[in-house]
Nanobody, 110 residues
Framework: QVQIEEHGGGLVHPGGALRLSCTSS????????LGWYRQAPGKKREAVAL??????DIVESVEGRFTVSRDNANNTLYLQMSNLKPDDTDTYFC?????WGRGTQVTVSS
């Protein structure tokens, strides 16, 4: 059974930083689309930062603050988030085409 697991969520003050990680039981080295989505209650899930082929796609609202990276040798994805804002409060999901993790909560609040 495929396992996709997110780690590293939590509560952080505005302006703070967090690093999310995602471990995959699937070999990610040849996966075409993988990365991070987020979703607030009652809202649509949105892509935050993705690898699509050889490209990285970052949503405009987090550009310059979030960085997506990958460690193919260890089948792990990362999302480094800095200068966090209350609007970044969401459940963050790891996506390794076509599999989803269960999500990790990020709350930005003073």
């Amino acid at each position: 059974q495929v396992q996709i697991e997110e780690h590293g969520g939590g509560l952080v003050h505005p302006g703070g930083a967090l690093r999310l990680s995602c471990t995959s039981s699937v070999d990610i080295s040849n996966v075409y689309t993988l990365g991070w989505y987020r979703q607030a209650p009652g809202k649509k899930r949105e892509a935050v930062a993705l690898f699509v082929g050889t490209n990285r796609d970052i949503v405009e609202s987090v550009e310059g603050r979030f960085t997506v990276s990958r460690d193919n040798a260890n089948n792990t994805l990362y999302l480094q988030m800095s200068n966090l804002k209350p609007d970044d409060t969401d459940t963050y999901f790891c996506y390794v085409l076509p599999h989803w993790g269960r999500g990790t909560q990020v709350t930005v609040s003073s």
